[in-house]
């Protein structure tokens, strides 16, 4: 990735010290902005929460009763014979131990969906980037920038050809 940008700037520059820079015509497109604007993204945002609604209710469940537990261990550590105390604590160990693990392997899904997510609405995404710049003779589309100029960006002409596109269907 890094050699890419070097590639870029390093064309940039040759370019730039020729007659043919004021002919090339340049655009900026803000992914971050794409990936959360989009109407794909917005779906594929309700549809990773719907999906994950339930086992993240089961989790603050679980959490609660953990909760509960100790609470109840607390008030009655004092009136418990040893051996009951210990069994306690032991079962509250091996629910908070089942509670992170659970939590883990929900983040580790969560964010496995989200990748696959957003991996389908980049890959259409680059679709749409490059049909309009086919459209309109681009000749160099950057997805980072430390700087850009507003009027060389066209984040919103994307997302507009993804609305578009999203209707389509």
């Given at each position: 990735m890094k050699n890419i940008r070097k590639t870029a700037v390093l064309l940039l520059v040759a370019l730039a010290a020729t007659p043919a820079m004021?002919?090339?015509?340049?655009?900026?497109?803000?992914?971050?902005?794409?990936?959360?604007?989009?109407?794909?993204?917005?779906?594929?945002?309700?549809?990773?929460?719907?999906?994950?609604?339930?086992?993240?209710?089961?989790?603050?469940?679980?959490?609660?009763?953990?909760?509960?537990?100790?609470?109840?261990?607390?008030?009655?550590?004092?009136?418990?014979?040893?051996?009951?105390?210990?069994?306690?604590?032991?079962?509250?160990?091996?629910?908070?131990?089942?509670?992170?693990?659970?939590?883990?392997?929900?983040?580790?899904?969560?964010n496995l969906r989200k990748n696959e997510e957003m991996a389908s609405i980049l890959e259409r995404a680059n679709k749409v980037i490059k049909q309009i710049a086919e459209a309109e003779k681009f000749d160099l589309i950057v997805q980072e920038a430390v700087y850009f100029s507003p009027r060389i960006d066209i984040t919103d002409k994307v997302i507009k050809a993804l609305g578009d596109a999203a209707q389509a269907k």
């Open positions: 004021a002919e090339l015509k340049l655009a900026f497109i803000n992914t971050q902005r794409v990936m959360s604007e989009s109407p794909q993204a917005k779906k594929a945002s309700k549809k990773i929460e719907d999906e994950f609604l339930r086992r993240e209710q089961e989790l603050q469940q679980m959490s609660k009763g953990l909760k509960a537990l100790q609470d109840g261990q607390e008030k009655n550590a004092l009136t418990l014979s040893e051996g009951d105390r210990r069994a306690k604590e032991r079962e509250i160990s091996d629910l908070n131990r089942d509670l992170q693990r659970k939590q883990r392997e929900f983040r580790e899904d969560l």
